[in-house]
């Protein structure tokens, strides 16, 4: 024990001998650099001095701390510097762009450099376009232990001299902010990475409670809200990063640049963006209720098309109607083409007016006139064969009239498909704008829906539904014109007379007899409802459909009951006149079904008789003198307007008028022998109603006889009571059927030239020969028919009571066997016709 206690105190000892020995060492070469020179010794610190004078492998001595001022360094990050840029197509930045100078004297500008302490020094300014801030390098002096303490008194200064001086951004009005750097911010140009609010703060370290990482980041803003992952209640795995969200993005920004790289209790916080979840709960909800959510929408499209396109496409019907872009309804403009343009480039004489053909003219013209000044009550239906003149009949009986539309069924029914048909109803209507696609696509949708969700939706729209709307809108339009006129008119009238309507709210109140007043503005507007009633007739629209039903096939029959049905909600309504010009004679009972319980005011037009047609050829070849043989001719052609304009424009091109009759005639042949004796008649797609023997019953009689006795050729053997031929023959302008008294009466040809084409057809006699031998064979086997059933009779008669018949039985089976012999007679003579015929086909056959 007591050489223990010997050896510790001799271990002091020699301790105290080291440090005294030591500290005379130090104090001898500290003199010894104190007596250099001023310019050999140079500047040194204390530390500096300490560490020469030290021995290698000595300890410093206990007691001895000496800190000497230094040049420090640190960074202030300054906010709304720049336009932030949040993705690739945000351009503000172009509209602001800054240059180094520019940017170094906004610094200068934010930052005083007078009146700051630690020898505050900007040293340099580093640019954070994307994040609309700059990062501010600056020097000061500083021992390093208030290194800290003297940066952050730096930045308040900073941060009250820019609030005293609010320094506004340009772009935005709003003033920069300054913050103190803490951690070593990140300098990256990533492409794909923009400021967002939200910040994900990875732990290089242990985790850091969330009370003090709210501290650090509430510095720069408002934070919406702090979560750590994982989540640390439901997950045994530590926290590994927060994601920290903002209510600004220049708040995360800023604690982005200044915490990032910064070290709380030994952890280093990684601050980065956080990408926006675009979460939405209404998006969601749509999404996962389709069955709801699709027919919602529907509606909503629906009625933002109803808001907005429909105005606009009532504006464009109306001023179609109105003729309100058509320049040659202003007089002004066509005095001006005739003065300038007319004089300069003239053009050639314009042919004789159409409607001169008609000595019925001013009659009918006149009729029509009538119609349209008295109140909508029917339809106006101006009937006659193609080429009659009806068009340009209604067109000139409707010259003066302004609120007038036309649609012309012609194009309607060579439009290829539905698609094509909605454009062009529409282009003549002026409806715009006009979606075709929307058709399809609302299919396309509604299959869709069909097969994610099993039902159907209802929001398929065909063709027709388009067709509907685009009829309804042009209704609305009609009926809005004639009100919209009569009150023009009454305000051009008494200008006075129109106040607001705040005017007459403020005479109403301060009237002092209130009931009165209610009672004479009551009658007022009982008045001017029923002023309201009585339109000037002039002002109401006038709707021509030309062509109707110029072609009646399955694909354009529910184009003609969708006209016909709208035209007659047009009278019902009495929105506006509407008058049909046709060449079908079927055309009346569609409308008839249509408008039931009315009688039409029809106008039939014929042909013009040949003084007239005589007339209008010389006035369309320039001549007053009339030849014999033009005479003739036209004569032969007829007052057919097309064939009149056919045989005068074959003149015109140097041809001689017989040869022109000629080519006219030969044509209406080809045309009788394809559609009425030939394969067009025959053929099963055609699906005629007629046979070649029933129109060549027809030709026979026509070439003699101007016309035949519909009742008698009714009931001949060929047709048996049946009118479906007949009719059939009709519509396709084969013969034309004159009526009496509203009923059938007799029949013609379907053209005035097929009188001369039938007398050439039954003029040849080798085919007049093939067409009786076809003729007299169908006769034959009708009449072999009509025996066979009777011998089955006499027969089934014969059988009764085994064979003997009584009296009564015997008469019926002696009138079938009267029946059986002339019936005999017939087939006879069919087949003696038959052979006579071939005889001719041989004889008068000649080669050619």
């Not at 732990?203 to 003090?212: C, L």
């Not at 029923?530 to 110029?550: A, G, L, R, T």
């Not at 016309?707 to 009931?715: G, M, P």
Request: hydrophobic share 35%.
């Amino acid at each position: 024990m007591l050489a223990r206690i010997v050896t510790s105190e001799w271990a002091q000892c020699n301790t105290l001998a080291g440090s005294f020995r030591h500290q005379t060492i130090l104090i001898s070469r500290t003199r010894s650099v104190l007596r250099q020179p001023h310019s050999t010794r140079g500047f040194r610190t204390s530390r500096n001095l300490f560490e020469e004078i030290k021995e290698p492998g000595s300890f410093p001595v206990q007691g001895l701390t000496t800190e000497v001022a230094q040049l420090q360094s640190a960074m202030l990050y300054l906010d709304n510097v720049f336009p932030l840029r949040l993705n690739k197509l945000d351009i503000r930045q172009l509209l602001f762009r800054s240059t180094r100078h520019s940017l170094e004297a906004k610094a200068h500008k934010s930052i005083p450099t007078e009146g700051m302490p630690h020898n505050f020094k900007i040293a340099d300014v580093i640019p954070r376009k994307k994040d609309g801030g700059a990062l501010v390098k600056f020097t000061f002096t500083s021992t390093p232990s208030e290194k800290k303490e003297a940066g952050k008194e730096i930045t308040s200064k900073v941060f009250s001299y820019i609030e005293n001086h609010s320094t506004l951004a340009a772009f935005n009005f709003q003033p920069m902010r300054a913050f103190y750097v803490k951690g070593q911010p990140f300098l990256e140009d990533l492409v794909a990475r923009y400021p967002t609010q939200r910040l994900r703060v990875e732990f290089q370290g242990s985790p850091v409670e969330i009370e003090k990482l709210y501290k650090q980041m509430r510095t720069y803003g408002r934070i919406h809200d702090i979560s750590m992952y994982p989540n640390p209640i439901t997950s045994k795995d530590p926290v590994r990063y927060a994601i920290v969200n903002f209510t600004k993005v220049r708040s995360a920004t800023s604690a982005r640049n200044c915490l990032h790289g910064h070290v709380v209790e030994g952890t280093r916080l990684n601050v980065l963006y956080e990408q926006q979840l675009n979460t939405n709960v209404v998006k969601d909800w749509i999404v996962g209720h389709p069955r709801i959510s699709i027919p919602i929408i529907a509606a909503l499209v629906a009625a933002v098309t109803y808001a907005i396109f429909d105005p606009i496409r009532v504006f464009f019907i109306t001023s179609k109607v109105t003729h309100r872009f058509n320049l040659d309804e202003y007089a002004f403009y066509r005095w001006l083409r005739s003065e300038t343009w007319a004089r300069l480039m003239p053009t050639e004489r314009e042919p004789a007016n159409r409607q001169s053909v008609w000595t019925e003219d001013s009659e009918q013209i006149e009729r029509l006139k009538s119609w349209v000044q008295e109140k909508p009550e029917t339809f106006g239906i101006v009937s006659g064969p193609k080429g009659s003149g009806k068009s340009a009949l209604v067109m000139t009986a409707m010259e003066g009239r302004r609120n007038k539309i036309l649609i012309d069924c012609e194009e309607l029914s060579n439009a290829r498909n539905k698609s094509e048909l909605t454009k062009m109803l529409a282009k003549e209507v002026g409806y715009f704008p006009l979606f075709t696609w929307m058709s399809s696509m609302s299919g396309l949708i509604e299959t869709l829906v069909t097969a994610t969700t099993g039902q159907k939706a209802g929001l398929s729209s065909s063709p027709d539904s388009q067709i509907q709307d685009i009829l309804e809108t042009l209704a609305i339009s009609l009926r809005e014109i004639a009100p919209k006129q009569k009150s023009e008119k009454d305000r051009k009238e008494n200008p006075s007379g129109s106040k607001s309507i705040f005017d007459r709210l403020l005479e109403f109140i301060n009237s002092s007899d209130a009931k009165e007043k209610i009672h004479t503005l009551e009658e007022k507007a009982n008045l001017h409802s029923n002023k309201e009633n009585s339109y000037n007739k002039e002002d109401i629209p006038v709707v021509v459909i030309d062509n109707f039903m110029y072609r009646e096939t399955a694909k354009n029959a529910s184009l003609w009951e969708e006209l016909a049905n709208w035209s007659s909600i047009l009278i019902e309504n009495e929105i506006a006149h509407v008058i049909f010009i046709t060449a079908n004679p079927g055309a009346s009972r569609l409308l008839s079904r249509a408008l039931p319980g009315k009688s039409f005011s029809t106008i039939i037009l014929a042909d013009a008789p040949t003084e007239m047609a005589l007339m209008f050829v010389t006035k369309q070849l320039g001549t007053d003198e009339v030849d014999e043989k033009l005479s003739g001719i036209v004569d032969a052609l007829g007052g057919r307007l097309t064939e009149l304009e056919l045989l005068t424009a074959k003149i015109k091109a140097h041809m001689e008028p017989e040869v022109a009759f000629n080519e006219i005639v030969s044509r209406n042949i080809i045309e009788i022998l394809k559609y009425g004796l030939g394969d067009v008649a025959q053929s099963a797609d055609s699906r005629a109603e007629w046979t070649p023997s029933q129109f060549w019953a027809i030709v026979k009689g026509l070439s003699d006889q101007t016309s035949l006795n519909y009742d008698e050729l009714k009931w001949t053997p060929l047709f048996n009571g049946d009118e479906n031929p007949l009719r059939e023959m009709e519509r396709a302008e084969m013969i034309t059927i004159v009526h009496h008294d509203g009923r059938p009466y007799s029949i013609r040809p379907g053209k005035p030239v097929f009188y001369t084409a039938f007398k050439r057809l039954t003029a040849d006699s080798v085919f007049a020969a093939s067409m009786d031998i076809e003729y007299n064979t169908q006769l034959r086997k009708i009449a072999e028919t009509n025996i066979a059933k009777y011998e089955d009779n006499i027969i089934s008669l014969s059988n009764v009571y085994y064979g003997r018949p009584p009296r009564e039985i015997n008469n019926r089976i002696r009138a079938l066997l009267a029946k059986v012999e002339k019936t005999q007679k017939l087939i006879e003579e069919y087949e003696t016709n038959i052979n006579e015929a071939k005889k001719i086909i041989s004889k008068d056959w000649q080669d050619e």
